[in-house]
């Protein structure tokens, strides 16, 4: 994953040795634009969501955010809207190791319009350092991997957005996985699990990509690090925010 402003900061030892440049180069990649303009699918407020939160981590995830259709939806616009490739230098350079297709878009009513439907309710109850959630970033990302891409270990830098705001919490949202109607078709995709490790390298948790699934993990200082499991078979679809504090 990346900052909110699109960079992605490698494990702790290599940030020392540099921060991921790759990401800056990421402020530049992909489509980029301000204000929806109506090309957004609508979606619908979310009633009854279930949160399950992994022990001992502030790791979340909330089945059906989206609807299978919302997901399809947004899929055909981002194609339509058009991809860039991501890379970047490679851990022997300092940055995470990153292959994948990316758009950028800074879009406040989308931004709203998601949190509104739901992950405004999730962050009723939570603070952080006496911050509460407000909203979500409003630079929205979809990332593209095709078969053979990954995103390397990693961690989510939390960004100051002024005025005593900050991103502390990364959102992720699958927009395809298990549950599409590709998967009853022979198109399901294989691989690109979210995986998240302690700081001995174990693994903490296994986030298969299911449509509509979204993810929630901490991010800056408390981030666990992690990776973007290579892609086997087919495509996995992302939609990428943040949770802002004040």
């Known amino acids: 994953m990346e900052t909110a402003g699109g960079d992605a900061a490698p494990p702790p030892q290599q940030q ?21 303009g109506g090309r957004w699918p609508p979606v619908k407020p979310k009633k009854d969501l279930q949160v399950n939160r992994l022990k001992g981590t502030h790791l979340l995830t909330v089945p059906n955010f989206f609807t299978s259709a919302e997901a399809k939806a947004f899929v055909d616009i981002a194609e339509n809207i058009g991809f860039t490739h991501q890379g970047s230098l490679g851990p022997l350079k300092g940055e995470a190791y990153r292959d994948n297709d990316r758009i950028s878009v800074t879009d406040p009513l989308l931004a709203q319009t998601i949190w509104e439907s739901g992950i405004n309710k999730i962050f009723e ?11 979500l970033n ?6 593209r991997y095709t078969e053979g891409q990954r ?5 989510d830098e ?14 992720l949202i699958y927009l395809s996985g298990k549950g599409s109607a590709k998967e009853s078709s022979g198109q399901a995709l294989v691989g690109g699990e979210t995986v998240f490790y302690d700081h001995r390298g174990g693994v903490v948790a296994e986030v298969a990509p299911v ?36």
């Open 158 to 171: 939390s960004v100051d957005l002024g005025d005593g705001s900050r991103t502390l919490y990364t959102l």
């Open 138 to 143: 409003p630079n929205i990302r979809f990332y």
């Open 211 to 246: 449509q509509g699934l979204a993810l929630l993990h901490l991010h800056g200082a408390k981030c666990m690090l992690h990776e973007a499991r290579v892609v086997k078979k087919n495509i996995k679809y992302v939609l990428r925010s943040d949770v802002v504090f004040a």
């Open 151 to 155: 995103f390397g270990r990693h961690i």
């Open 16 to 36: 020392r040795r540099n921060k991921s440049s790759a990401a800056n180069k990421g402020k530049k990649g992909g489509a980029s634009g301000g204000g929806g």
């Open 125 to 135: 109850d939570i603070s952080i350092s006496g911050k509460v959630a407000t909203s």
